[in-house]
């Protein structure tokens, strides 16, 4: 009985994440929930919600903290699957892709928290992106790629790289996740995209 004391409030507060991210799934802007409605979809009494989260803000920001983990993941993910730097793009991106299928509302989510009202879940957002392009550039460090770039050019680099995906997640959400053509498309695209952003800072000159 006490083990199951102790795992109730989580699994409340799960089923609040989770009934949040399903009503996103459905179409519901995020910045337009009440906590009423994401209590009635968890099946939870209202007060149950101020257990766990001071505001819908708060439940964003741990929403936000779970979006970081699936975002470290593909990174781990694209650094064990890249023997080759010259395949890093396009393996980066298809990675990229499946994990975008795989948690659609998850991405959902950042798409609308990246334009929404709530300045803390924008903000957070940001900086798990920012977070993002940090680790990029680490890597490309790593594999001793543009290291003719200073440091704060190879970050603006970096920055464009993660700006120009998450601009890809309002291509994907455009289209159903069973239309493999048009998310094949969107697949190559954005690798050319990135090819383009790394010829031009092949040939930048940073200022000494």
Known sequence: MADRKRRNPSETRDKLMTAALDLVGKGRHFASLGIREVTRQAGVVPTAFYRHFRSMDDLGLQLVDELGLVMRRMMREARS??????????ESVNIFIRHARDNRTFFMFMAQGLAGESRAVQEGIRSELRFFAAELANDLRRLR????????????????????????????????????????????????????????????????
Not at 152 to 160: E, I, R, S, Y
């Open 145 to 208: 790629l543009a290291s003719h770039l200073s440091d704060g050019d190879l970050d603006l680099a970096c920055d464009l790289v993660v700006r120009t995906v998450a601009f890809t997640f309002t291509d994907m959400l455009g289209v159903s996740p069973d239309d493999d053509y048009q998310i094949d498309q969107i697949q190559k695209r954005t690798t050319r995209f990135l090819q383009m952003i790394f010829i031009g800072a092949n040939h930048w000159q940073s200022e000494s």
């Open 81 to 90: 699957n890249v023997p080759q730097a010259e395949k890093i793009m396009e």
